[in-house]
């Protein structure tokens, strides 16, 4: 949990510093204790996913939200807890790339000597004003980076399950097809509302996760540990798919998000006897199926997004969390229905030799997912925080 400390304006910011609750660390402790857990052997800790983690990687998730805008930085200053620094004007990531895409105007630069050399040198500046001769880096060579980095590494998959265009095509275009929410959730005085409620509910969701680990030394201990895990690797499945343009690493992310979280809420719906073996299997898929329901929607998801609590923000959230549940409806056939089939794309992250009716169901496919269907994170992330089903 957070604790605020100060918030300091600046000509430029805000900068928001905040404390840790110790009353996370001092459960922890207490159930590593319980358990017989060393120090030294703190299960996920290696992997930077444990709970020490989790204010950290949840609180940075909605800095990228809203694409385009990156509306703060969530970082630590070398200390434990997660501080942020509020932007007067958000960063638009479109404007970056448009930038680069500027620059880099063909492969041609990485292997011609005639832009080698250039007048127009960047540096990187040492802290005493000094800049060593190996930090200078002349425009070409960024020019060469960026084509690099752009061309090679990212253009050819372009459109890969993107629906709008083919590798195949003479003309592409730098603007990505994702959603663009408008500039009004990015202004400063909303980002600040939305922030310091999004801290609250953060801290409130920990409270609860902590009361339901906190009964007693048993299964239930164990479940709110690897809850916490889950949770925390939900957050970094949420910023990998909101921090790239690319449609395939977007969808195959989401798909994984998804999973983790239907068998997060099934691990705390569900009776012991399903919670194992091949009953829990079909649980989880009947889990993913609802969520990607628009009644599951309507009941459940919906009520939660009216608490955000600046208009703006959730009239948008819900109007466009209402168009990808109408895309999965309509990317479904007369025999098969949208939650069908990418239930049957999620199986083919396998190999697309998958069952009988997985691959009657993609040969049947025009092999288009929706652009807009990895932004149901969103709406579902909300309703993590807001309404998950502790018992």
Sequence with gaps: MLKSLSKEIKPRCEVWLYSHDMKIMTQLAFLYQELNINRGDNLQEDSDLDLHTLPLYVCKVPSVLFFPFVTYHCGTWFTAPANFIIPNVPLNRLHGKNWVNNLALSPAHL????????????????????????????????????????????????????????????????????????????????????????????????????????????????????????????????????STDTPYVRKWQFFGFLDAMASLMNEFILED???TGRSRMTKDKEMVSQLLSKSYFQE??????????????????????????????????????????LWAYRNSRHGYTINVNDRKALIAHNGKIPDNLPDLGIALWHYLLLAFPFR
């Design 111 to 242: 292997v011609n000597p005639e832009y080698s050399n250039s007048k127009y040198p960047l540096a990187w500046i040492e802290p005493n004003g000094q800049i060593k001769p190996e930090n200078v880096y002349g425009h070409a060579e960024i020019i060469s980076l960026a084509t690099a980095a752009q061309t090679y590494f990212m253009d050819e998959i372009r459109y890969v399950y993107d629906e709008n265009k083919s590798a195949l095509d003479s003309m592409r275009s730098s603007r990505p097809a994702r959603y663009c929410f408008d500039e009004q959730v990015a202004r400063f005085d909303v980002t600040k509302v939305y922030l310091e409620w999004y801290i609250s509910i953060f801290n409130d969701f920990i409270n609860r996760l902590l009361a339901f680990g906190g009964q007693e030394i048993n299964e239930k201990s164990i479940r709110f540990l690897v809850a916490g895990w889950t949770v925390n690797r939900l957050a970094i499945d949420m910023l990998t798919i909101f």
């Design 273 to 275: 006897k399903d919670r």
């Design 300 to 341: 459940k998801i919906k009520p939660a997004l009216e608490k955000i609590p600046d208009s703006a923000i959730h009239t948008e959230i819900v109007a466009h969390t209402e168009t990808i549940y109408k895309s999965i409806h309509e990317m479904g056939t007369k025999d098969i229905s949208g939650q069908e089939l």
